[in-house]
């Protein structure tokens, strides 16, 4: 949680490509720095996050291992692509969906209504035995 004066300073830093009241969006240039210092130079998570310029009183103490833990995993699992692609923000929801034609796009949403119907007329049959 942060104040609209610490998101000021923090959009400052040149490793922060976003920042809101609640959270942090690190470059992935950052990032890749970040596990190359870990894992080749040796560095704690709390100095890789101090040298690029962020104030751990902000921060919060745990930031820089919490980070890093994440940024490990995903490394580890799927190389430097995987620090490369931002997640944020597509884990919930579901997919879009995307059509070839209006066509394809009508029989889709005909589909689905029909769906809907059918459910409503499950969930209706109850009611009704119930009021009787």
Same mark, same amino acid.
């Given at each position: 949680?942060?104040?609209?004066?610490? %998101?000021?300073?923090l959009l400052k830093n040149k490793n922060v490509f976003k920042?809101?009241?609640?959270?942090i969006g690190y470059s992935k240039k950052f990032k890749l720095l970040a596990i190359?210092?870990?894992?080749?130079?040796?560095y704690s998570p709390r100095m890789i996050f101090e040298e690029a310029g962020f104030d751990l009183? %902000?921060?919060?103490?745990?930031?820089?291992?919490?980070?890093?833990?994440?940024?490990?995993r995903i490394y580890n699992q799927k190389g430097k692509n995987g620090l490369e692609e931002e997640k944020r923000g597509s884990f919930g929801g579901r997919p879009k969906v995307k059509f070839k034609s209006q066509?394809?796009?009508i029989k889709y949403l005909k589909t689905?209504?029909?769906?809907?119907k059918a459910e409503n007329d499950f969930l209706a049959k109850p009611r009704g035995l119930k009021r009787e």
């Open positions: 949680m942060f104040t609209q004066n610490q %998101v000021k300073e920042c809101g009241l609640k959270s190359k210092k870990y894992y080749e130079d040796g009183n %902000v921060l919060g103490k745990d930031k820089p291992k919490d980070c890093l833990r994440r940024w490990k066509e394809e796009e689905k209504i029909a769906y809907i």
